[in-house]
Every structure is written in structure tokens, then in C-alpha cells.
């Protein structure tokens, strides 16, 4: 009996279609901590609104930056995930605007002095929620080292409480 079959035409192309969206979404989370739906994914370059651009380091690469994403192949899908990190990253689009000669570089420090302290404020309220964790795992630890201990305690007694019953059973027994 045969397993199931790889998908094939359309159905491949929206599996890696797929796919890439949620490694280039993972991807922008990770690098800058910014949460975008997979949906949400671009490729072309600076469209307003948007938090984050690429930095395309491979020329190769950038036919592939000029379409949308929906409208790729499974190779250039693949080719994408392959070379994420390597050839190309997420950049905030901050970056991309602070190329401007408009910006200071004293303006570039208050936003980047904004920015350490919002990833500041995140690493604690991480700390916080595993610090949390911690004691929540600890107390349901020693509720369960408690009713392990109340679970042995009982099955001593019942066992004592069955060699007692034995013992007048055996008792009963041999009296006449």
C-alpha cells in the first residue's frame, strides 16, 4: 500500500508558498522581534507602512525581491528559505530611512537609546513570566510529591488492613 503522495502542481506550489511565508515571518520575529502574520509577508522593496525591509547581500537574489511573493515558483520559494541569514536578512525600515541624510546622528541614538529600552522592558517581562513559571512548576511539583506520598502512606495501611483481614480469616478458620 503506497503512503501518501507528494503534492503535486498547485497544491505544491501553496505548500511552499507556505512555507516560506512562516520561515520569513519566524525569520522577522527573531531578527526584530516584530510580529507579522505570515500573510503579511512582502518581498518588494519599501512599501509604506510596513516595519521591516530586506537587505539583499546576493545580486542573485534580487529578481526575486522584485516580484510578489505570490507570484514565485516552488524554486524560487525554496531558493528563498535556502538563502535566509545567509544572502539576504530582515532589516527594521528604520534603517533603510535612516540612509537619509536627514537624520542625525544624535536623532539615530535616541531612537536606537528607544529601542534598547523597549527590548529591555521585553527581556524583563520574559524574566518575569519564566520566573512565574518556575514557581508554578515547583508548587505542582510538591503537590504531586504530596499526593505520591498520601497514595504510599494509603497503600501501606490497606496492606496492613489485609494482613489483619488474613490473619481472622485464617483465624476463622481453624477454630471449629
Given amino acids: 500500500m503506497e503512503g501518501p503522495s507528494e503534492p503535486t502542481g498547485n497544491a505544491k506550489r501553496a505548500f511552499w508558498r507556505s512555507k516560506c511565508r512562516e520561515r520569513l515571518s519566524q525569520h522577522i520575529y527573531d531578527t526584530l522581534g516584530l510580529a507579522i502574520k505570515a500573510l ?36 524560487a520559494y525554496i531558493q528563498l528559505c535556502k ?26 541614538i535616541e531612537e536606537l537609546v528607544i ?10 517581562a520574559y524574566e518575569e513570566s519564566n520566573a ?26 490497606l496492606e496492613y488492613w489485609m494482613g489483619i483481614s488474613e490473619m481472622h480469616r485464617v483465624k476463622r478458620l481453624q477454630d471449629p
Wanted: hydrophobic share 35%; aromatic share 6%; proline share 5%.
Fill in 40 to 75: 503579511d509577508i512582502r518581498l518588494k522593496p519599501i512599501e509604506s507602512g510596513r516595519p521591516y525591509s530586506w537587505q539583499i547581500d546576493n545580486p542573485k537574489l534580487l529578481p526575486l525581491f522584485e516580484k510578489h511573493l505570490s507570484k514565485h515558483s516552488v524554486g
Fill in 83 to 108: 538563502s535566509l541569514k545567509h544572502d539576504f536578512r530582515a532589516v527594521r525600515m528604520e534603517i533603510i530611512q535612516d540612509n537619509d541624510a536627514s537624520v542625525t546622528p544624535q536623532k539615530r
Fill in 115 to 124: 529601542e534598547l529600552k523597549e527590548t529591555q522592558n521585553r527581556l524583563h
Fill in 132 to 157: 512565574a513559571l518556575e514557581i508554578n512548576a515547583k508548587s505542582q511539583e510538591t503537590a504531586l510529591n504530596d499526593a505520591n506520598l498520601t497514595i504510599y502512606l494509603q497503600q501501606q495501611e
